[in-house]
Structures are given as C-alpha cells and as structure tokens.
C-alpha cells in the first residue's frame, strides 16, 4: 500500500490574481503575471496600455498590445509599423475590485477575438516583412531561425509553430459554406448509441434540465439530438472503405424538374448505392451532356468499359461513320443495323441560344436526339418538312453558306395572337413551361422576360409523326469485338421485362437477375462491362425477336458477402490509429447563450473516427463559435449578468484542444 497520494496539477491561466492597493504598481504585476502564466510572451515586444483606472474602486481596464521585437521606437504611427511588417495584437486586461481577471484572451488587428495560445499568438502576429530591422545581437540565434524552425510540434513546417490552416480534410476536401447545415445535423447519422446514451443520462439531471429550458438558445440542438436515431459503431466506417471502391457502373435517372436519381455499383463488391441530387450536382458530376441525355430519354447509364475513345484501323476508312459536327444529310445506323439518311443538326440551341452538345437527326419518319451522332456525310436524301408551329418539333433555319442550326425539341401547346404577334404557350424536353414568341427584332434565339424568342426567318420542324430511334456509333462494333470473360443470356419476358443467365452472374442470386425492368437491365450490362450502347441494341434483339440473346462480358458479379466483413475489421484497425478528441461539455452547453456555441460545444460529445472528416470540414465554423464564446467570455467578466464565466472559460478550452487535435490530423492527411 502506497503511503503517499500521486496527484498532478496543471498550470492554468484562469485563475484572479490579487494586485496591489497602488495603482501605479499595476502595468508592472500586470506584465509579470503574463509572463508568469504565457512564458512564451517573452519572444515578443508587450506594451501595457491601462485606461481608464480608478485605484479607489479598485477599477482598471486596457489591453496588452504584444508586437515583434524591433529597434522601431514606441509610439511609431500604425501605419509605419505596418509598413515595416511589424504586426501587433491585444490581450484584454479587466481589473474588478483589485483582482485581475485570466489574461487568456487575444483580440487581432482584424479585431477576431480568440483563445491565447502561443499558436495563436505566433499566427495573429508573425507576418515578417525583409524591411523590419531585427532587434537581436550577432551572436544570438538570428530572428529567421526562430521565426521559421524547421519542423515544430508536428503540425506545421515553419511560421513559429503556428497551426496550418485547417480547412477541407486533405486535398480533396470541401469548405462548409455558412449555408450548410449545423454540425449536429450532419454528425447525427454518425452519432454513437453509447455516447448518445451517455448524453441522455446527463440530460436527466434535473438542474442540467432546468438549464436546458431556462436556455432558449438550447433547446433547438436538445430537440434535434432527440429525435437522433444513434448507430452501432463500426459500421459507418465500414460503409465508407467500401465506397473507396471505384463504380463501374452508374446510371442518372430523371425523377421530376431539376432531380435525379443516381445509382452506381462495383462488380468486385455488389452493392447498388442510390442518392438523389440536384440538377446542379448532376451537371458538375456528370457533365451537361449525360444529363441531358437523361432529360430527354428518361435515364442515361455509363460503364467504365474503356470501350470509349478506342481507335480501330476501320475509323480511317472513307466510308466509316465519323462523328458529325457540322448541318447535313448523313447516312447513319440504328442499333438494329439498319441504314437510315437524313437531316443531323449537331448543336441545339437551348431556350436562351446557349449552343448544347446535343444533336437532333430526322428524316421525316424517324428521329433521335442524343448526345452523338456518328454518320457518313451524303449529297442527297430527305427534305426537311416546313409546317405550322404545333405539336412537337423544334425551330430551324439554313444559310446560304450551307450551315444550319435548331433548337431543342419543344412542345407547343397553344397559340396566342396572330400575325407578327403571335406567341406560343410550349414546354421544353425538362417539362418547364415557357412563352415561345416569334419576332422580327432579334438576329438569334434568346431569352428575355421569362420567353423564349424565336427570330422570324426560323421555321417549324414538325416531330410529331416521327418514331424514336437510337443510333449507333461507329465504336459500338469495335468495344464489342474486344475480348469477352465470358457471356450471359437475355430472355425477354415482354415489352420492358428481361431476365438473364450465365456464369458471372451465378453469385448474384436469380432474384437480383430476373424480371429486371429496362433501366435496370441496362445497369446490371453495364456492371458487366456492356458499352451502353451494345446493352441497348441487345436488349432490343431480345424484345423483337421474341428469343434468347447472347452478349459478351467482361467483368463477374462479386456479391459484397466477405468483403463487407473484411472492410468492418479494417475499419476497426483504423479506429484505434485515431486520437481521441470527443469532449463532453453538456454542462456548460446549458448555460452558454448563444446557438452556434451551443451546436458546436454539444457536437464535441459526439465525435468520433466516423465522422472527424465532418469535424475537419467544419472546422471555420467550429472556429467562429469559439470566437462568439471569447466575446461573451469579456462581456462577462465587465460585467454581463446571467452569463456564467467558468462554464464559457472551460467550453473555450476544451474547444481549443479539439481545434489543435484536428488540425493536426488535417495536415498529417493531406500531406
């Protein structure tokens, strides 16, 4: 048995220090308690600055102004020492009642206030310029030595160990915008049960409760987490290896005006993931071409078959179809191979004349509209049919020089006015309504007022007695002629219903492979490694031809089975590689008086390896709540009444730990 207790104390800054009945004396135990409680104050030039001061009251206020050392004398104009690269900052001095309040905080020449860290110190001042003239002796160690040592506390090369700049989680990270959600909303599906049980208990502290409704600023974040349905840990990170797995297919599906559908799937490790997005999202991942592909024909599936871009000594052949870029009459191949020649208009004009990588070929019985046309220029062939603007159809004009140029297909479906004001009530292949005008006073097609004007000279090309048909490409055979792993067979079971059959596809399980409607007959293929293209035209053999089609494959379905097992053990390897930076700050969550705190300092108790990249994103937020809590830190201790100073003294703390911790890990991943 141990005779004597093991205890350990930790140096703090927050506690009051007694100072002297004479006034005079105070700039003096002012300035040896800073270097007493922030040693490292000694490596710059600090200034005590007390006004007003009432030594009666025993009343003082002013600031520590802390810049570079330099020979610039005190008292230089701002401006010049600015100019001399000589940077300062502020550390606030409150004097109550001859007690002289934490010197803890730092208020930038941005005039951000923050905890007082040598880290934070070193940033908010160290912007060294070649102009400033050191202040040191030859033969001490030159300032540039101290100002960039070359490695410091492990989170930083140079600036005088001041931290990184947090920002995204590595180079492929994301900043959180202030319109993103707060960080207990998207932390809450990664939310442990155990620490969410653990939040629960503290909660049913009857005074915690009482701090909790008496806190209006609080009671939105209680609420959330609430309603908050926690997770079993592991599984999250699980989820997360596994979608390191590069797709090898994925399918846009158009749901309604600006939404859609996206699927995709590795054939290594099958496991159909499906997110919904925006029409803005949709276009930045997958380019304006698919997406309008998938406006107009409902969905648009993409295969990494490498079948894309594959040359063949053929493409060099006169007679083989090339990719048309300019207005003519081509001869071109539906998927069933047969010969059509007609009009191709390469570019359409969207409703506000934006040229879209789009084109439009019709001969009078047939049309397509898609993201490429491949054909063999001819001299002769269909007409193009001149009609009364109804229906559907899309506006076109030719010049003289032989060019050409359309929109979009559009859908008028009323007429208004007559003569040269007439107007049209239409929609566009997205289904948005618009006013169509056709008007002599302007040259191209523009939008203006919310209408779509149409330029005099253009006349109607009438779609509406023409059938749908896909085109072929001139890859289509060449991707289709590359070796095969093996092969699987299509059976239709009437007009959109396919099932299939075949060795790569034995792991799945009849179910996933049988009575597949025709989006997801083109996914599976595409899985398989089916150019689109090819899976089109063999699904419409199989339709048509009333019998079993064989198509080629490359690739096996592997169900994820041992896989997702295998991804749980990684994920719990790597849970014990990460620090542990959650904090619990319920109390002092109940009494902070401010939203974007409370979010922030009761998000700390729910961090964890599955969501630290969460943390990492939002670290400029989780920032601005820890510069909200420094100003209500002062405004307490000059005097603001119902704000408890322990309880933001310890939030700001605690916060400041967990800032350093991920910033650490931020740099560490992106280096």
């Not at 008292?75 to 004097?95: L, N």
């Not at 959600?181 to 502290?205: C, F, G, Q, V």
Request: net charge negative; aromatic share 6%.
């Amino acid at each position: 048995m141990d005779l004597f207790i093991e205890t350990s104390f930790e140096k703090s800054s927050s506690a009051e220090v007694a100072l002297s009945e004479d006034p005079n004396a105070w700039p003096s135990e002012v300035l040896q308690q800073l270097f007493k409680a922030m040693p490292f104050v000694a490596d710059f030039e600090p200034h005590v600055q007390l006004d007003p001061v009432d030594g009666e009251r025993g009343y003082g206020f002013g600031a520590i102004q802390v810049t570079n050392k330099t020979e610039m004398q005190l008292g230089t104009p701002e401006e010049a020492m600015q100019e001399a690269g000589v940077r300062s900052a502020k550390i606030p001095i409150v004097i109550r009642d001859r007690m002289l309040q934490p010197l803890d905080l730092l208020v930038t020449d941005n005039s951000e206030m923050l905890p007082l860290t040598e880290a934070r110190l070193r940033q908010a001042i160290f912007r060294p310029q070649i102009f400033d003239i050191t202040g040191t002796t030859p033969g001490d160690m030159s300032m540039i030595g101290q100002l960039y040592p070359p490695y410091r506390q492990n989170y930083g090369f140079g600036g005088g160990g001041a931290t990184m700049s947090a920002g995204p989680m590595g180079k492929e990270g994301r900043l959180v915008s202030s319109s993103s959600p707060e960080l207990l909303t998207a932390i809450a599906p990664t939310i442990e049960r155990a620490h969410y049980d653990e939040w629960k208990t503290a909660l049913a502290e009857k005074g915690l409760q009482a701090a909790f409704v008496k806190n209006a600023h609080a009671r939105p974040a209680v609420a959330m987490l609430l309603d908050s349905e926690p997770m079993e840990g592991r599984y999250k990170m699980a989820e997360a290896i596994l979608g390191q797995v590069k797709p090898d297919v994925a399918q846009l599906v158009r749901m309604g005006e600006g939404e859609y559908l996206v699927k995709s799937a590795s054939a290594r490790l099958w496991m159909v993931r499906q997110e919904r997005m925006s029409r803005p999202e949709a276009l930045r991942v997958f380019g304006q071409k698919t997406v309008l592909a998938a406006d107009i024909s409902g969905s648009a599936t993409l295969t990494a078959d490498g079948a894309d871009g594959a040359d063949d000594e053929e493409d060099h052949l006169e007679d083989t179809p090339a990719l048309v870029s300019e207005f003519g009459i081509y001869r071109v191949e539906d998927l069933r191979g047969r010969s059509l020649v007609g009009y191709v208009f390469p570019a359409l004009l969207d409703t506000d004349g934006t040229s879209l990588p789009i084109s439009l070929f019709t001969d009078g019985s047939e049309a397509a509209v898609q993201g490429e046309i491949f054909g063999v220029r001819v001299e002769g062939g269909a007409s193009l049919f001149e009609g009364e603007p109804r229906g559907h159809g899309a506006f076109f004009r030719t010049f003289p020089d032989g060019h050409g140029e359309a929109t979009l297909p559009l859908t008028l479906e009323a007429s208004l006015g007559s003569g040269q004001g007439v107007s049209y009530l239409g929609k566009t292949f997205t289904e948005r309504e618009i006013d169509v005008q056709i008007t002599p006073d302007v040259a191209h097609v523009t939008e203006a007022g919310g209408a779509m004007l149409i330029p005099s000279d253009m006349q109607w090309l009438s779609l509406d007695e023409t059938s749908p048909v896909i085109l072929a490409s001139a890859r289509t055979k060449t991707a289709e002629a590359k070796a095969f792993l093996d092969s699987v067979t299509i059976r239709a079971g009437g007009e959109g219903s396919f099932s299939f059959q075949g060795a790569p596809l034995r792991k799945l399980g009849a179910e996933a492979c049988s009575f597949l409607e025709t989006d997801d007959a083109l996914f599976l293929l595409g899985a398989l490694g089916v150019p689109s293209e090819v899976a089109a035209r063999k699904l419409a053999e199989a339709t048509t031809g009333a019998r079993p089609v064989t198509v080629g494959v490359r690739r096996t379905i592997e169900p994820i089975g041992k896989a997702g097992e295998q991804a749980k053990k990684l994920a719990g390897e790597r849970l014990q590689q990460l620090p542990n930076l959650r904090r619990s700050l319920v109390k002092e969550a109940g009494e902070i008086p401010d939203p974007v705190a409370v979010d922030t300092v009761l998000a700390l108790g729910f961090l964890n390896p599955e969501n630290i990249r969460t943390f990492i994103e939002y670290l400029p937020r989780i920032d601005n709540a820890q510069k909200k809590m420094c100003e209500l830190l002062l405004a307490a201790r000059l005097g603001l009444r119902d704000v408890p100073v322990a309880a933001i003294e310890r939030a700001i703390r605690t916060t400041e730990e967990v800032i350093e911790g991920l910033r650490i890990i931020a740099f560490q991943t992106s280096s």
